[in-house]
C-alpha cells in the first residue's frame, strides 16, 4: 500500500490511460484514525476562517490552507472558510497578513500568523478541542488570577517551527484568551514566515512573548507565572520563586498526592526512571519544570543511540515520553519548589505536595556561560544556547558558534543546513568533537577559528553585530561580523535542590552517587547528566534505570535501618 494515493500495481501490457494520482496529504494516512478518535468528544462546532494572499508566501499559503480544509474532512464538528486578504471579512477582523487563521472569531480571539508548521500544528489541533469542549485547560490557580483581569491584554508569541519551548508558551496564551475571551487576545506569530514583524520587536531569540506591545517575556515560563504577568504587567520571577502571595504559598491550600517515587526531570534518565519504577510495582509521578526531552529535545540529529542510525533528538524524546507515559503520570511545567525529609519524603511544587517514600533526581544540566561582556546584554537579541530554538531566524545571516566539543559541531552543520553563514571559534588548535563530525565540517565547507576565544559580544540597537577576539598564541586581536552567538563549551549540573538537600557533591558540582545511583541521603537517588560521567543518552537511559531498580531494592529492605541496628 502505497503512503499516498492509490495502489500502484498494474499489468505490464495495460494501454489504458492511468488515473491521475491523488494529491499529496498533509496529514499521514496512519495519523487520521489518531486524529478522529481524538475530535470524538468535540460537542459545538468550531470554525476556522483562513486568509491569504497569492502574492505573499504563496507555499505557506498553500500549507495553510491544506491543513485547515484536512482537518474540517475528520469531523463536521470542523468547518472551514476561506477568505481573501483584501476582502471586507478581512478588514473587519483586522487582518493584513498571509497567511492568517482565525479560531472561532465568534467566540474569540486567536489567530495564527504564518501556516502553524512543526510543533505548532500540535497547539492547534488541542486548542481546537478545547474551544469545542468550552475548557480552556489553565489551572485552578490561574483562572483565580486571571478572573482579577479588568483591562483588555494583547498577546503575541513568536515561535519557530523547531523550537520545542514554543507551543508551551503559545499554549499559555491561547489558554488565556479562552479563559477570558472578553479581555484577552491573542495570536501565534512565526518568526521565520514573519520576518518583518520580528524585526519590528528585535526578536533574537524565541519564544519571545509580547503583551500589550511593551511587556516582554523572553523564554518559556509556569503557567502561573505568565498569568501573573499578563495581569500585572510587571515581573513576576521574585513572587513565583518565593511562591508568596495571591494564594500561592508552599502547600497552602493545595491538594496532596501520595506515591512511591517522585522523579524530578523528565529527559532520558528520569522518564526512563519512571518506567522501571512502576514495573518494579511501584507507583510514580515525574515532574518537569519545563519541558519534556532536556537536551535531548534541542538536539537537531542524534546519531550515536541504539538502534536509530540517526534520529531527531525530539522524536526520540516523544517516543520515550510516549511509553514512559503508559506507566507513570508525567507532568510538564511543574517545577520543585522544596523537599522535606522526614518520615517521608515530601515534595511541593505551585500544584500540589507529594508524599513520596523516595526522590530520584534527574535534573540534568544547562548551558555554560562565556561569561564575557555583552553576553547577558545580547541575550535574546543574539545570543542564544539553542541552535534548533533560534537558527531558522539567521538563515541567509551570518552566525558564529562557540565550543569545540560535539554540541558546537552539531549547532554549526544544523546551522550551515538552514543557510546560515557559520563561523566555528575554538580555544584550542584543534576540535574534541567526534571525529566524523570534523570530517563533516570540513566537507561542508564551514569556516573554523581556532586558537581563538571571544572576549566581548558588540552591537547596536538591540542586536549583536560582531565578536571581539583573542588569539590565544600570539595575542592578537579582531573583531568578527557576525548577527548571532551560540554558544556550546559544555553544561553545568542543575544542583539547586541537591545543595538545598546537603547532598554531596563532587569537585565539578555533580551529585555523587553510588553505582547503585544512591546519593549521600538516604531514599534518594540521582541519575543523568546531574551526576556527571559520560553525559550521553545511553547512559542517561542506564543511570535511570539503576536508580529506579535501587529505590525498589531499598524500600522492601532498608538498608539505613540495618545501619542503624548494627
Known amino acids: 500500500m502505497a503512503l499516498f494515493g492509490s495502489d500502484k500495481k498494474k499489468k505490464t501490457n495495460d494501454t489504458k490511460a492511468t488515473k491521475p494520482a491523488k494529491p499529496k496529504r498533509l496529514i499521514p494516512e496512519d495519523n487520521l484514525a489518531e486524529l478522529t478518535k481524538f475530535f470524538e468528544p468535540m460537542q459545538e462546532p468550531v470554525e476556522l476562517v483562513v486568509f491569504t494572499d497569492p502574492k505573499q508566501n504563496a507555499p505557506y499559503n498553500d500549507f495553510m490552507v491544506s491543513l485547515c480544509r484536512e482537518l474540517s474532512e475528520i469531523t463536521p464538528k470542523i468547518t472551514t472558510r476561506f477568505e481573501a486578504l483584501e476582502s471586507d471579512v478581512a478588514k473587519l477582523y483586522g487582518v493584513d497578513f498571509s497567511p492568517t487563521l482565525l479560531l472561532a472569531p465568534d467566540r474569540c480571539k486567536i489567530r495564527y500568523l504564518g501556516a502553524p508548521l512543526g510543533e505548532e500544528a500540535r497547539t492547534l489541533i488541542e486548542t481546537i478541542m478545547r474551544l469545542s469542549v468550552g475548557n480552556s485547560g489553565l489551572g485552578q ?116 498526592e501520595e506515591v ?89 511544587t505551585s500544584k500540589a505536595v507529594y508524599v513520596a517514600r523516595a526522590l530520584i533526581l534527574a535534573t540534568g544540566a544547562t548551558w555554560k556561560k ?25 538563515r541567509d545571516k551570518k552566525a558564529v558558534v562557540v565550543g569545540g566539543g560535539n554540541t558546537a559541531l552539531t549547532d554549526a552543520l544544523h546551522l550551515k543546513n538552514l543557510g546560515v553563514d557559520v563561523t566555528v571559534i575554538h580555544r584550542r588548535g584543534e576540535f574534541r568533537a567526534e571525529k566524523h563530525l570534523v570530517d563533516t565540517l570540513a566537507k561542508e565547507g564551514v569556516k573554523t577559528l581556532l586558537n581563538a576565544v571571544v572576549t566581548e559580544i558588540v552591537g547596536a540597537d538591540n542586536k549583536v553585530t560582531g565578536v571581539k577576539v583573542k588569539n590565544v598564541v600570539d595575542e592578537t586581536e579582531s573583531l568578527v561580523e557576525t548577527d548571532a552567538v551560540f554558544v556550546a563549551i559544555g553544561l553545568l549540573p542543575n544542583t539547586a535542590l541537591a545543595e538545598e538537600l546537603g547532598l554531596t557533591l563532587d569537585a565539578d558540582g555533580f551529585i555523587r552517587t553510588d553505582r547503585a545511583k544512591r546519593t549521600s541521603i538516604p531514599r534518594i537517588y540521582a541519575a543523568g547528566d546531574v551526576t556527571g560521567g559520560a553525559r550521553q543518552i545511553v547512559t542517561a537511559v542506564g543511570d535511570g534505570s539503576t536508580a529506579a531498580l535501587s529505590a525498589f531494592e531499598d524500600l522492601a529492605h532498608p538498608y539505613w535501618k540495618k545501619e542503624k541496628t548494627a
Not at 372 to 393: N, W
Request: glycine letters at 10%; one cysteine or more; a negative charge.
Open 260 to 348: 512511591d517515587v517522585v522523579v524530578a526531570g523528565a529527559g532520558p534518565a528520569g522518564l526512563t526512571a519512571a518506567m522501571y519504577a512502576v514495573r518494579s510495582g511501584l507507583s510514580a509521578v515525574v515532574l518537569e519544570k519545563n519541558v519534556i526531552g532536556g537536551q535531548v529535545a534541542l538536539t537537531p540529529v542524534v546519531e550515536n543511540y541504539p538502534g536509530f542510525a540517526n534520529v531527531a533528538g525530539k522524536r526520540l524524546m516523544e517516543m520515550i515520553a510516549d511509553q514512559a507515559r503508559g506507566y507513570a503520570d508525567v507532568r510538564e511545567g511543574e517545577g520543585i519548589d522544596e523537599v522535606k525529609i522526614g518520615k517521608h519524603v515530601e515534595v511541593y
Open 141 to 256: 490557580i490561574s483562572r483565580q488570577l486571571l478572573g482579577e483581569l479588568e483591562e483588555k491584554r494583547h498577546v503575541r508569541v513568536f515561535v519557530n517551527p523547531a523550537c520545542p519551548y514554543c507551543p508551551g508558551q503559545v499554549a499559555h496564551a491561547f489558554h488565556c484568551a479562552m479563559e477570558r475571551p472578553d479581555l484577552v487576545s491573542a495570536e501565534c506569530v512565526d518568526s521565520s514566515q514573519h520576518p518583518a514583524l520580528a524585526d519590528k520587536f528585535h526578536v533574537g531569540s524565541v519564544p519571545h512573548t509580547f503583551i500589550n506591545d511593551d511587556f516582554s517575556v523572553l523564554g518559556l515560563v509556569p503557567e502561573e507565572r505568565f498569568v501573573v504577568e499578563l495581569v500585572t504587567l510587571k515581573s513576576a520571577e521574585d513572587l513565583v520563586a518565593s511562591q508568596r502571595g495571591l494564594g500561592m504559598e508552599p502547600g497552602g491550600g493545595l491538594a496532596v
Open 370 to 394: 562565556l561569561d564575557v561582556p555583552g553576553e547577558e546584554r545580547y541575550f535574546g537579541f543574539g545570543v542564544s544556547y539553542c541552535s534548533t530554538c533560534d537558527g531558522y531566524l539567521y
